[in-house]
């Protein structure tokens, strides 16, 4: 069984910084890429930020130059360091992870269960 945890969100004021987690654990034999999307109510959910293994990223234009996504393999750990935030940051910030579970040949995707972020004065 594998699982994703998001921690990290909060209250913060317009201009402020929040740094967002994101875990995977369980039987997992590779992650190829992780990444973050938001969702804000009556929105869609958007692609915010996605970092591969092998270190390429690509980030929303709403967000580029403010948002950095990093990842630290070995703990199958992936990080969203949010700054210059905004109160249209305001959303469900939720963790995506493609996954090669231990004797599966495939990648599957999962998803956490979304940590509140909120820009407000």
């Known amino acids: 069984q594998v699982q994703v945890v998001e921690s990290g969100g909060g209250l913060v004021q317009p201009g402020g910084s929040l740094r967002l987690s994101c875990e995977a654990s369980?039987?997992?034999?590779?992650?190829?890429?992780m990444g973050w999307y938001r969702q804000a109510p009556g929105k869609e959910r958007e692609l915010i930020a996605r970092i591969r293994e092998g270190g390429h990223s690509n980030y929303a234009d709403s967000v580029k130059g403010r948002f950095t996504v990093s990842r630290d393999n070995a703990k199958n750990t992936v990080y969203l360091q949010m700054n210059s935030l905004k109160p249209e940051d305001t959303a469900a910030y939720y963790c995506?992870?493609?996954?090669?579970?231990?004797?599966?040949?495939?990648?599957?995707?999962?998803w956490g269960q979304g940590t509140q972020v909120t820009v407000s004065s």
């Open positions: 369980g039987t997992i034999f590779r992650i190829t890429a």
């Open positions: 995506n992870a493609d996954i090669i579970p231990r004797g599966a040949m495939m990648v599957e995707d999962y």
